[in-house]
Each structure stands twice: as structure tokens, then as C-alpha cells.
């Protein structure tokens, strides 16, 4: 079965912009022509990475993290990404549990707003809450992962590690394991791959489909991903694969009935050792990260060159140093 | 007191079965004469309302009102609700019974009706089908009629358990009073916020799939089959329910329905925040959680199919479900954001664009806001222009254009998604009693 989506048609002159402010509240409002500058300017700005150079780039600005979520990894690429470029970074953390009942984020936001800053770094555990930030504030807005729905710097680096690691992403063969239903990684990164030309095919228990992919009376189908959900068809697929990006599960869908256990997933979709060496040696493997070891991978193969998940860590940085001067200074 | 005169009116009463240009003479608070034609010239001693492009109609009766009184008032309230309800066109409204205290009980429904002798227009309140609306132990229902509810329902949670379901069936065969489940199947539901489907997928927004609602209904018109008890469903949203209504109808079934306005003309697709367009990429106006609604906002297709069943009688009344929520409770993510829209002051003129557009009929508009749900309620009075009776009336006037804004809405709130937006067709004058108590003009 091939399922679309919601794919913008024709998308050659938009670039991410919202009336004069460059907001990244997704990779959707990227052109093709962005995207590959950001790739460009990426590649510049890892070389400072590398050899841990300052840059004036963002002297004198005063970017604000702010964290509804934990999530160290994000926050601190953010913030090197954000000093490398000699900007001044204030971290806010807001665990939800602290958000007392009746505080809204919009007041939380205008207060840090008087403190005055120049580009505001959102991650929240509700999807949209990035958008409707953005409605309310003078200055850009980047989204730093948004429950479901978009993760844009993740994806922009993981396009970025794609195409330093095996070259064009053009007519590439990738699979994509596990639960896209709830993965604002997998969201983002349909979107991206498919629009640069890479041939995906995703794969996982039915009930972690997007319900737009299962129910029937779908009329929107353009075929432009291919479905897989059955565990041997998931196999075969792997051995004519040139990458698999396997996503995290969380625990919290076992709860939720889409899972008997997570010896059953590991089983049935995970890249076991016997997997890889027999059907797929030479394919490249992804992870957004924290990989559950031994449930969507086996360690062992973690330590393998095939690997990019170190890639995908250190690329962020520069990419997002990238997307930090775009969305500030452009 | 002056005698008024409705001059030059398309007067329009279905159960009367009159659709002509007229004018109407309304006496001491009656409605003393409908002219057979229009007359020029009327004496000094008559107040004259020249209405002519206008559509003059029996004051409209919303039989789904969330007026958060008492115990929300930070909402609405009995005042503002029945204000907002005379602005809209509305002389009857039905209060939903989510408010705290719930009426559960006889002294708490006559409290309500001695304070709606003072409301705008006629307040009439639903009691709850179970203590509490817990959905464990039955209202005293006939106590309850008794006091005068005009219903039950615990809307805004559904009945899930069956048998408490059968239990309050079983009592409405004595009440002859429907039984309103809020259609939702928790389980299913599974804390969705908006219809499932390709905008939900694309928004990363959790779904609530059209069989949270349909196979309540089925379970409910079973029950209603095999009790005979008299069953109404409220905002039906998915095409799956218009087909069970249709067969349950067939089939004999004491059961009514209703749709609202915005089920009526909204797609899922207002979530974008685009007045229903489906955007290339997501902009700031996305995530519109004034489009966040229970039952949520469907596809174009379930769209379709209420229009078609309101239009075949599948479905028998329009209904606002109007539900007030203030700002707070509207600005904040969509998974929090209260569920519910404020449209009884917009609905007239929402759902006369299907009128607009051939659609629906201007006749099956008007009966499915009057003389439909006056059945209903069983107060025929209320739904038609009877002589000699106090005069309940709306004037509707439909080419010209005003603008959705907090100033213009009585409602204490305004989370409407029409909210900024320009519609076509106006009350302009709403007649409770024999007195404006609205002028637009
Ligand atoms: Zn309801």
C-alpha cells in the first residue's frame, strides 16, 4: 500500500517566512532552495564546529531556549550552536509539572519577552504550541520539537548527515521502522526526504500507522510512500535497502494498547544482530535518539561503522548554527 | 402602546405553511393579523417596520444551549446567554444541564426557572440523566418533569455504561421526555482533540476517529428499539450516524436528531486557521483552537452527508450547541484548550448560506430552528406565528454583510473561529413577547 502526507504539490518559491520574521515551526515552509543553502552554509559553519572557533556571526544577540520538555540533548546542541556563533543564550526550563494550574504559556512567554531577545527556541510536549508562539511574539521563532508533530533542526540534520554520508539523497532507498504515529522525527522527515527525491518506505504494526494511512476512505493518496506492515515483508525490504532510520519507542504505548510488549516489537521489527548480518551488511542505520538498546537495535551493531547515530548528534550543532543565523539575521 | 406593523416582510411560518410577502399586526404583544398581501399605507396610530428583502420568521428555538449558569459564569450566564440568544434570532433556548450544581434534583431545576422569569428570552433547562452526571445512578426523572425540564442528557460526557443507558430509556417511556446521550466513546476517543484523519496526521494532533460517535449511536438506537424508550441524538457529525438514524427511523425508532451550524458548514479543515482552506505549509494561524469542538469539526465528506440528512429529514433539527469558553481557556495549547464553540449569535447566518447556495431549502431551514424543535420540546407555540398568542418573532436580513467581532457578540466570550470574518445575512430585529428586545437597525 502507498499512503501520502498532506504533501504540499508545488512548492518551488516559498521560503520559510511569516509576514518579515523567519520562523522554523516546521520543515514544510522550506523551499528546496533553502534547503539547500542550510546544507551549504552547514558545511562552513561544521568547519568552526570542528576546530571549536568563535564567529561574530550573532555577536550582541540574545537567543532564549526555552523548555516546556526536558531534553538535554536538543537544549545543549542549541546552546553550542548558539555560542559558537557568539551569541548570548539564555536557558529557561519549564518542566510541566512546574507550569502551576492556570499559567498560561503566553504569560510565560511575555515574561521573558521583557527581558528582550532576538530569537526565541521552543520545545513543548503539545503539538502546535510553537505556532502559537509565534502569534504572539516580535521576534523568530525556531521549533525545537513539538509532541507529534515536527522536530525541523532534527530533520534538517539528519538530511544533512544523509547527504554528507552517502552523497545525493535522489532515488535513495529508505526505510523508515517503527512508530511514525506518534514520531515528530518521522513527520518531519517524510516530508523532507520525500520532496528531495528519496524513495521511502516506512514500516510498522498497523497500529502505529498514522490513522489517515489506515482508514480506507483516504482519497488524498498520491503514492508517495510505500506502507509495509508485516514483519517479513519489513525484511525483504531491508535487504534492498540503502538506509533505515529506526524511530524510538516509548513505553507509553504499551499502555496504550498498540503494543503487547517490547519483546514482541524488538522481535518482530527490530534490527537484531541475525537481521543485519544476514539480509543487510552494508546498510546504513539511523536513530533520532535515545536509542532503547535491544529493542529497536542490538547494541553490538551500534558500535558498527554502518552506524550514523554519532553523526547525527555532532551535525547538529552546525546545523543548527545554520538555522540560527537564518532565522536571525536573513 | 403604539400598534407595530411588520411591513413587507417574506413572512415565513412552516407549520402554518405560509411563505408570502405580507405584514404582519401585532397588538397588545400579539400577533392580532397576517395580511394576505402587503398593504402601502398604513394610519398614524401603527409603528411601521418597513422590512421589505427581509425574511420574517417565528422566534427561533435553540434546543442545545450551554448558558454555564450557574457555577460558570465567568463564561456566560443566564443574562448574557438569552442576550446573545435574542441576538441570534432565538426566543427559546434549552439549557444544557453541565453546570454546577448539575440539576439533579427538583429544587435545583426550579431555582433555574424562577431566575429565567427574568432572562432575555424563554430559558427552559434540561435535568441530568444521572446524579451528578457521573453516569452511575439515574436522576429522579419524573420529580425532575415535574419541576419542568423540558429533556436529559449529561452532555458533555457520555452515558457509557449500557445498562444505565437502558435504565434511563426504560423511564422515558412514561416521561415522553428524549434521552440526549453526548455521543463519544471514551475508550476510542482516547483523548482526541480534533477528527481523525490527514489534518490531524499533518498537525501531529491525536484523532478522534467518526467511531467514538457512530457506535454510540448505534448501541443507544438499539437500546431505544428494544426499551421503546424516546431517544434524541445531539450534534450528529459522521456520515456513519446519518446512515444508523436513517435506519433506525425506518425501522420505527422513537428518535430525533440534531446538527449544528458548524457541522453544518465546517471541515476540519478551519483547524489551519484558514477559513477551511488547506494550507501549502503550515502558517502562525495554525492550531486554531476556537475550531476545537466535541464532536470535532469532520471531513468534507461528513459534511456532505449532514446536509443531505438534514435535507431528507434524517435529521430534524439545526441546534447550536453554542459553548462558551473565555479567553484563558482558549489561548493555550490545542491538547488543552477547552472543547466547544460560541456560534448562537452567528448560527442563523452560517447555516442560511447552505440557503445561499441551494443546498437546503429556505422552508427545511426555517422548520428545522421552529416548528421542529418545538415539537420537541412539545411547545408548539414556540415554533409558529399564532394569532392571539404573545409574539415571538426574528427578522432576517439577508444581503447585508457584517464582521464577527468581541464588540458585536453579547456572549461574555468569543471563541468562535468566525471570529475577524465577514458573513452574509443578519438578524436585525428579534420580537420576544411582542417586544424588540434586539434592532439592529
Ligand atoms: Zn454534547
Redesign the interface.
Same mark, same amino acid.
Given at each position: 500500500m502507498t499512503y501520502d502526507?498532506?504533501l504540499?504539490s508545488?512548492?518551488s518559491n516559498?521560503d520559510f517566512q511569516?509576514g518579515k520574521l523567519n520562523?522554523l515551526?516546521?520543515v &514544510? +515552509?522550506l523551499s528546496l532552495n533553502s534547503i539547500e543553502n542550510l546544507i551549504q552554509s552547514t558545511d562552513l559553519a561544521k568547519k568552526n564546529f570542528v576546530s571549536k572557533t568563535k564567529i561574530p556571526t550573532l555577536k550582541g544577540k540574545t537567543i532564549v531556549n526555552i523548555f516546556f520538555e526536558n531534553s538535554t540533548r536538543t537544549r545543549v546542541s542549541f546552546e553550542q550552536a548558539g555560542k559558537l556563533l557568539s551569541a548570548d543564550f539564555i536557558n529557561v526550563n519549564i518542566p510541566s509539572s512546574s507550569m502551576t494550574k492556570?499559567e498560561?504559556?503566553?504569560n510565560t512567554i511575555k515574561t521573558i519577552q521583557s527581558i528582550g531577545m532576538d530569537c526565541l527556541i521552543v520545545r513543548?510536549h503539545?503539538?502546535?504550541?510553537p505556532?502559537?508562539i509565534?502569534?504572539n511574539v516580535n521576534v523568530p521563532v525556531i521549533n525545537a520539537g &513539538? +509532541?507529534?508533530?515536527?522536530h525541523p533542526t532534527q530533520s534538517l540534520t539528519d538530511i544533512y548527515t544523509i547527504r554528507t554520508e552517502l552523497g545525493e539523497i535522489k532515488n535513495k532507498k529508505i526505510l523508515i521502522i517503527g512508530d511514525v504515529k506518534h514520531s515528530?522525527v518521522a513527520?518531519s522527515n517524510i516530508n523532507l526526504l520525500v520532496r528531495l527525491g528519496a524513495n521511502i518506505t516506512v514500516a510498522a504494526p498497523t497500529t502505529l500507522l498514522?490513522?489517515?494511512?489506515v482508514?480506507q476512505?483516504?482519497t488524498?493518496n498520491l503514492k508517495r510512500v510505500k506502507i509495509i506492515s508485516h514483519y517479513l515483508k519489513m525484511e525483504s525490504k531491508l535487504a534492498k535497502s540503502d538506509l533505515v532510520m529506526l524511530l524510538r519507542i516509548q513505553k507509553e504505548r504499551l499502555d496504550?494498547g498498540c503494543l503487547p510488549d517490547l519483546d514482541e516489537y524488538s522481535k518482530l521489527w527490530g534490527l537484531s544482530k541475525s537481521r543485519f548480518y544476514n539480509l543487510c551488511p552494508k546498510i546504513y542505520i539511523m536513530h533520532p535518539g535515545p536509542v532503547n538498546e535491544g529493542v529497536e537495535i542490538d547494541s553490538e551493531i551500534l558500535s558498527l561503522n554502518n552506524s550514523l547515530i554519532d553523526q547525527q548528534v555532532e551535525n547538529g550543532v552546525p546545523m543548527r548554527m545554520s538555522v540560527l543565523e537564518f532565522c536571525i539575521l536573513k | 402602546m403604539k400598534k407595530l406593523v411588520l411591513k413587507g416582510g417574506l413572512v415565513c411560518d412552516p407549520l402554518k405553511k405560509i411563505q408570502r410577502i405580507c405584514d404582519v399586526l401585532i397588538i397588545d404583544n400579539k400577533i392580532t393579523e397576517i395580511s394576505k398581501t402587503t398593504k402601502n399605507e398604513w394610519s398614524d396610530e401603527f409603528n411601521v417596520l418597513d422590512l421589505r428583502g427581509m425574511i420574517v420568521l417565528p422566534g427561533l428555538i435553540d434546543f442545545h444551549t450551554h448558558l454555564r449558569d450557574p457555577g460558570f459564569e465567568w463564561k456566560e450566564d443566564l443574562h448574557s446567554g438569552t442576550l446573545a440568544a435574542a441576538k441570534g434570532g432565538f426566543t427559546t433556548v434549552c439549557a444544557m444541564p453541565n453546570t454546577n450544581p448539575v440539576p439533579d434534583s427538583a429544587p435545583i431545576v426550579r431555582n433555574f426557572i424562577d431566575k429565567s422569569y427574568n432572562s432575555n428570552v424563554n430559558a427552559l433547562p434540561f435535568g441530568s440523566i444521572t446524579k451528578g452526571r457521573k453516569g452511575k445512578t439515574l436522576s429522579p426523572m419524573f420529580q425532575l418533569q415535574d419541576a419542568g425540564v423540558v429533556g436529559f442528557s449529561d452532555d458533555g460526557d457520555t452515558i457509557m455504561d449500557s445498562n444505565i443507558m437502558r435504565q434511563a430509556l426504560l423511564y422515558s417511556i412514561e416521561t415522553k421526555l428524549p434521552i440526549i446521550n453526548h455521543a463519544e466513546d471514551v475508550n476510542i476517543k482516547?483523548n482526541g482533540v480534533m477528527n481523525?484523519?490527514?489534518?490531524?496526521?499533518?498537525?501531529?494532533?491525536?484523532?478522534t476517529?467518526s467511531s467514538s460517535e457512530f457506535l454510540i449511536i448505534k448501541r443507544d438506537i438499539d437500546l431505544a428499539k428494544e426499551t421503546g424508550g424516546r431517544i434524541h441524538i445531539p450534534h450528529v457529525s459522521t456520515e456513519q450516524s446519518v446512515s444508523y438514524i436513517f435506519d433506525a427511523k425506518k425501522s420505527g425508532v422513537n428518535i430525533t436528531s440534531e446538527v449544528t451550524p458548524h457541522h453544518l458548514t465546517m471541515t476540519e479543515n478551519w483547524i489551519y486557521g484558514l477559513n477551511g482552506d488547506i494550507p501549502?505549509?503550515?502558517?502562525?494561524?495554525?492550531?486554531d483552537t476556537n475550531a476545537k469542538v466535541n464532536p470535532p469539526l469532520r471531513s468534507e465528506?461528513d459534511v456532505t452527508a449532514v446536509i443531505q440528512g438534514l435535507n431528507e429529514g434524517v435529521l430534524d433539527i439545526i441546534a447550536t450547541d453554542h459553548a462558551p469558553h473565555s479567553l484563558?481557556e482558549k489561548?493555550?495549547?490545542?491538547?488543552?484548550a477547552l472543547p466547544g464553540i460560541n456560534n448562537i449569535e452567528t448560527a442563523f447566518s452560517q447555516v442560511y448560506k447552505l440557503v445561499d447556495r441551494d443546498l437546503i431549502s429556505l422552508e427545511k431551514l426555517i422548520s428545522s430552528l421552529t416548528v421542529n424543535p418545538a415539537a420537541i420540546i412539545n411547545r408548539f407555540e414556540y415554533g409558529s406565528l399564532y394569532l392571539n398568542t404573545p409574539a415571538n418573532l426574528t427578522v432576517f436580513n439577508p444581503s447585508t454583510y457584517w464582521t464577527v467581532n468581541e464588540r458585536t457578540l453579547s456572549s461574555k466570550s468569543s471563541n468562535t473561529p468566525l471570529k475577524g470574518k465577514e458573513l452574509k445575512g443578519r438578524i436585525v430585529y428579534t420580537i420576544f413577547n411582542g417586544k424588540i428586545i434586539h434592532d439592529e437597525l
Amino acid at each position: 500500500m502507498t499512503y501520502d502526507m498532506n504533501l504540499p504539490s508545488n512548492h518551488s518559491n516559498i521560503d520559510f517566512q511569516e509576514g518579515k520574521l523567519n520562523h522554523l515551526l516546521d520543515v &514544510d +515552509s522550506l523551499s528546496l532552495n533553502s534547503i539547500e543553502n542550510l546544507i551549504q552554509s552547514t558545511d562552513l559553519a561544521k568547519k568552526n564546529f570542528v576546530s571549536k572557533t568563535k564567529i561574530p556571526t550573532l555577536k550582541g544577540k540574545t537567543i532564549v531556549n526555552i523548555f516546556f520538555e526536558n531534553s538535554t540533548r536538543t537544549r545543549v546542541s542549541f546552546e553550542q550552536a548558539g555560542k559558537l556563533l557568539s551569541a548570548d543564550f539564555i536557558n529557561v526550563n519549564i518542566p510541566s509539572s512546574s507550569m502551576t494550574k492556570g499559567e498560561s504559556i503566553l504569560n510565560t512567554i511575555k515574561t521573558i519577552q521583557s527581558i528582550g531577545m532576538d530569537c526565541l527556541i521552543v520545545r513543548h510536549h503539545h503539538s502546535g504550541v510553537p505556532y502559537l508562539i509565534a502569534r504572539n511574539v516580535n521576534v523568530p521563532v525556531i521549533n525545537a520539537g &513539538d +509532541s507529534m508533530h515536527a522536530h525541523p533542526t532534527q530533520s534538517l540534520t539528519d538530511i544533512y548527515t544523509i547527504r554528507t554520508e552517502l552523497g545525493e539523497i535522489k532515488n535513495k532507498k529508505i526505510l523508515i521502522i517503527g512508530d511514525v504515529k506518534h514520531s515528530r522525527v518521522a513527520r518531519s522527515n517524510i516530508n523532507l526526504l520525500v520532496r528531495l527525491g528519496a524513495n521511502i518506505t516506512v514500516a510498522a504494526p498497523t497500529t502505529l500507522l498514522p490513522d489517515s494511512w489506515v482508514v480506507q476512505n483516504n482519497t488524498r493518496n498520491l503514492k508517495r510512500v510505500k506502507i509495509i506492515s508485516h514483519y517479513l515483508k519489513m525484511e525483504s525490504k531491508l535487504a534492498k535497502s540503502d538506509l533505515v532510520m529506526l524511530l524510538r519507542i516509548q513505553k507509553e504505548r504499551l499502555d496504550q494498547g498498540c503494543l503487547p510488549d517490547l519483546d514482541e516489537y524488538s522481535k518482530l521489527w527490530g534490527l537484531s544482530k541475525s537481521r543485519f548480518y544476514n539480509l543487510c551488511p552494508k546498510i546504513y542505520i539511523m536513530h533520532p535518539g535515545p536509542v532503547n538498546e535491544g529493542v529497536e537495535i542490538d547494541s553490538e551493531i551500534l558500535s558498527l561503522n554502518n552506524s550514523l547515530i554519532d553523526q547525527q548528534v555532532e551535525n547538529g550543532v552546525p546545523m543548527r548554527m545554520s538555522v540560527l543565523e537564518f532565522c536571525i539575521l536573513k | 402602546m403604539k400598534k407595530l406593523v411588520l411591513k413587507g416582510g417574506l413572512v415565513c411560518d412552516p407549520l402554518k405553511k405560509i411563505q408570502r410577502i405580507c405584514d404582519v399586526l401585532i397588538i397588545d404583544n400579539k400577533i392580532t393579523e397576517i395580511s394576505k398581501t402587503t398593504k402601502n399605507e398604513w394610519s398614524d396610530e401603527f409603528n411601521v417596520l418597513d422590512l421589505r428583502g427581509m425574511i420574517v420568521l417565528p422566534g427561533l428555538i435553540d434546543f442545545h444551549t450551554h448558558l454555564r449558569d450557574p457555577g460558570f459564569e465567568w463564561k456566560e450566564d443566564l443574562h448574557s446567554g438569552t442576550l446573545a440568544a435574542a441576538k441570534g434570532g432565538f426566543t427559546t433556548v434549552c439549557a444544557m444541564p453541565n453546570t454546577n450544581p448539575v440539576p439533579d434534583s427538583a429544587p435545583i431545576v426550579r431555582n433555574f426557572i424562577d431566575k429565567s422569569y427574568n432572562s432575555n428570552v424563554n430559558a427552559l433547562p434540561f435535568g441530568s440523566i444521572t446524579k451528578g452526571r457521573k453516569g452511575k445512578t439515574l436522576s429522579p426523572m419524573f420529580q425532575l418533569q415535574d419541576a419542568g425540564v423540558v429533556g436529559f442528557s449529561d452532555d458533555g460526557d457520555t452515558i457509557m455504561d449500557s445498562n444505565i443507558m437502558r435504565q434511563a430509556l426504560l423511564y422515558s417511556i412514561e416521561t415522553k421526555l428524549p434521552i440526549i446521550n453526548h455521543a463519544e466513546d471514551v475508550n476510542i476517543k482516547n483523548n482526541g482533540v480534533m477528527n481523525a484523519g490527514i489534518v490531524a496526521d499533518r498537525l501531529g494532533l491525536k484523532g478522534t476517529l467518526s467511531s467514538s460517535e457512530f457506535l454510540i449511536i448505534k448501541r443507544d438506537i438499539d437500546l431505544a428499539k428494544e426499551t421503546g424508550g424516546r431517544i434524541h441524538i445531539p450534534h450528529v457529525s459522521t456520515e456513519q450516524s446519518v446512515s444508523y438514524i436513517f435506519d433506525a427511523k425506518k425501522s420505527g425508532v422513537n428518535i430525533t436528531s440534531e446538527v449544528t451550524p458548524h457541522h453544518l458548514t465546517m471541515t476540519e479543515n478551519w483547524i489551519y486557521g484558514l477559513n477551511g482552506d488547506i494550507p501549502e505549509y503550515l502558517t502562525t494561524s495554525a492550531y486554531d483552537t476556537n475550531a476545537k469542538v466535541n464532536p470535532p469539526l469532520r471531513s468534507e465528506n461528513d459534511v456532505t452527508a449532514v446536509i443531505q440528512g438534514l435535507n431528507e429529514g434524517v435529521l430534524d433539527i439545526i441546534a447550536t450547541d453554542h459553548a462558551p469558553h473565555s479567553l484563558n481557556e482558549k489561548e493555550c495549547s490545542f491538547d488543552e484548550a477547552l472543547p466547544g464553540i460560541n456560534n448562537i449569535e452567528t448560527a442563523f447566518s452560517q447555516v442560511y448560506k447552505l440557503v445561499d447556495r441551494d443546498l437546503i431549502s429556505l422552508e427545511k431551514l426555517i422548520s428545522s430552528l421552529t416548528v421542529n424543535p418545538a415539537a420537541i420540546i412539545n411547545r408548539f407555540e414556540y415554533g409558529s406565528l399564532y394569532l392571539n398568542t404573545p409574539a415571538n418573532l426574528t427578522v432576517f436580513n439577508p444581503s447585508t454583510y457584517w464582521t464577527v467581532n468581541e464588540r458585536t457578540l453579547s456572549s461574555k466570550s468569543s471563541n468562535t473561529p468566525l471570529k475577524g470574518k465577514e458573513l452574509k445575512g443578519r438578524i436585525v430585529y428579534t420580537i420576544f413577547n411582542g417586544k424588540i428586545i434586539h434592532d439592529e437597525l
